[in-house]
Nanobody
Framework: QVHLVESGGGLVQAGGSLSLSCAASGNRFSINYMGWYRQAPGKQRELVAQITSGGRTNYADSVKGRFTISGDNAKNTAYLQMNNLKPEDTAVYYC?????????WGQGKQVTVSS
C-alpha cells in the first residue's frame, strides 16, 4: 500500500519562504513523477509544480521564478521550496505521485500567506 506523507508548510508573511516535502513509502515500483497541486477556497485545484524521475520540471506560470521543486529518487522524496510567497499562494497543497498508471495523493498541508 503506497502512502504519501507530507511535511512542512505553515504560516508566513508575504515575501517570506516556506518549504514542503513529500515522501512515498510502500511502493514496489519507481515513481514516474511527483509534485504538488493546491486548492484554495472557492477555487479549482491546480498543478503547482511537478518533477519527473529524470529530473524534468514543470511549474505553474504563477510560481515560476519563486518556487523550486527537487527530488531524490533513492529516497522517494520530493521537495518544494517556496520563496517570495504571496497571499494568493494561500491554499492546501496536496502531494501527488504517479506510480505506474496510478495516482496517489498526500493528506495535504496548509500554506497560509498573510498580507
Amino acid at each position: 500500500q503506497v502512502h504519501l506523507v507530507e511535511s512542512g508548510g505553515g504560516l508566513v508573511q508575504a515575501g517570506g519562504s516556506l518549504s514542503l516535502s513529500c515522501a512515498a513509502s510502500g511502493n514496489r515500483f519507481s515513481i514516474n513523477y511527483m509534485g504538488w497541486y493546491r486548492q484554495a477556497p472557492g477555487k479549482q485545484r491546480e498543478l503547482v509544480a511537478q518533477i519527473t524521475s529524470g529530473g524534468r520540471t514543470n511549474y505553474a506560470d504563477s510560481v515560476k521564478g519563486r518556487f523550486t521543486i527537487s527530488g531524490d529518487n533513492a529516497k522517494n522524496t520530493a521537495y518544494l521550496q517556496m520563496n517570495n510567497l504571496k497571499p494568493e499562494d494561500t491554499a492546501v497543497y496536496y502531494c501527488n505521485a504517479r506510480i505506474r498508471v496510478t495516482d496517489y495523493w498526500g493528506q495535504g498541508k496548509q500554506v497560509t500567506v498573510s498580507s
